[in-house]
C-alpha cells in the first residue's frame, strides 16, 4: 500500500470512527425527539404511526407530569444559586489562602464527584434520618447541593489557575476596598468559570435520579416521575416536554458561550 492510499485509508477510518462515536453520542436523543412527533397511541409508543404535534397540546393537560417538572425546576433553580455561591466563596478562599488541612480539604472535594450515587444517597438518607429531618423538598435541596458545590469549586478554581493577582493589588492601591475589588475585578475575571460551575450544578439538578430516589419523601421530581412510566414504555408526551427541556438546555448553553458570540460577530 503506497502512501496515498494510506493516507485515503486513515481519513475514511476517521470519518467512519467518528461518526460512529456521533451516532452513538446523538442517536438517543434523535430518537426522544423524533418520539414527541410519533402519531401512536398505543403502548409501547415505539412504532411510527406518522406526525403530529398533538403530544405537545396534550402536555399542558397532563398537570401531574408538568408539576413535577415545575418541583425539578425549583429545586434546580435553588441548587444552582447556593451551590454557585458556596463554590464560588469556596474557591476563592482556598485560593487565596494557606491554612492547616488545606490538602486534607482538597482531597475530600473529589468525594462527591468519584463515589457511587447510590452510597451517597445511603448516606445522605442515614444522615437526614438520623437528624431527623423530614424528607422532601428541603432535603432535596440540601442533596443535590452537596454534590453540585464540588463541580463550582473545581470550575472556579480552573479560572483562577490563570488569575493575576496584580490587578487586585492594583485596584486596592487606587483607593478600592477589598469587597469593592472582589466585586469590580475579582468576579467579572472569573465569570465565565462561574457560569460554567453553575451550569453544571443546574444539569445535574435536573438530572439527578438515584439521590433524589433516596431523600425524596413524597416529592415527585421529573426524573423519578419518568423512572415510574418506563414499566409500560414513555409516553409521547414526556418525549415533548424532554424535547422542550433540550431545547432550553441549547439556548442555555449558547447564553453561556457569550465570548465566543462575541468573537463570531467580529470576525462578521
Not at 53 to 81: E, Q
Not at 216 to 242: C, H, R, W, Y
Amino acid at each position: 500500500m503506497n502512501k496515498k492510499a494510506k493516507k485515503v485509508f486513515k481519513k475514511g477510518f476517521g470519518i467512519v470512527f467518528c461518526s460512529l462515536v456521533y451516532i452513538f453520542l446523538f442517536l438517543p436523543i434523535i430518537v426522544i425527539v423524533t418520539g414527541s412527533f410519533n402519531a401512536t397511541t398505543t403502548k409501547p409508543y415505539i412504532s411510527w404511526k406518522g406526525f403530529t404535534l398533538d403530544w405537545y397540546v396534550k402536555l399542558f393537560d397532563n398537570s401531574a407530569l408538568l408539576h413535577s417538572f415545575g418541583t425539578t425546576m425549583a429545586i434546580a433553580v435553588i441548587t444552582t444559586l447556593l451551590a454557585t455561591a458556596i463554590g464560588t466563596i469556596a474557591a476563592i478562599g482556598m485560593y487565596k489562602y494557606k491554612f492547616k488541612g488545606k490538602s486534607v480539604i482538597d482531597g475530600l472535594l473529589y468525594i462527591p464527584v468519584v463515589i457511587p450515587e447510590i452510597v451517597l444517597g445511603i448516606s445522605l438518607l442515614t444522615l437526614f434520618s438520623g437528624t431527623n429531618i423530614p424528607r422532601g423538598m428541603l432535603t432535596l435541596i440540601l442533596a443535590h447541593t452537596t454534590f453540585a458545590i464540588p463541580y463550582v469549586i473545581f470550575n472556579v478554581r480552573a479560572r483562577l489557575s490563570g488569575y493575576d493577582n496584580s490587578i487586585e493589588e492594583a485596584s486596592m492601591d487606587l483607593g478600592a476596598n477589598r469587597i469593592t475589588t472582589l466585586k469590580n475585578i475579582t468576579l467579572p475575571v472569573l465569570a465565565p468559570g462561574i457560569a460554567g460551575g453553575a451550569l453544571l450544578a443546574f444539569t445535574l439538578s435536573i438530572d439527578d435520579v438515584i439521590v433524589s430516589y433516596f431523600v425524596n419523601g413524597q416529592i415527585k421530581t421529573f426524573p423519578l416521575k419518568v423512572m415510574e412510566s418506563i414499566k409500560s414504555g414513555v409516553a409521547p408526551d414526556v418525549n415533548a416536554l424532554s424535547t422542550l427541556i433540550l431545547l432550553g438546555t441549547i439556548i442555555l448553553v449558547i447564553l453561556t458561550q457569550s465570548d465566543l458570540l462575541k468573537k463570531i460577530r467580529h470576525k462578521k
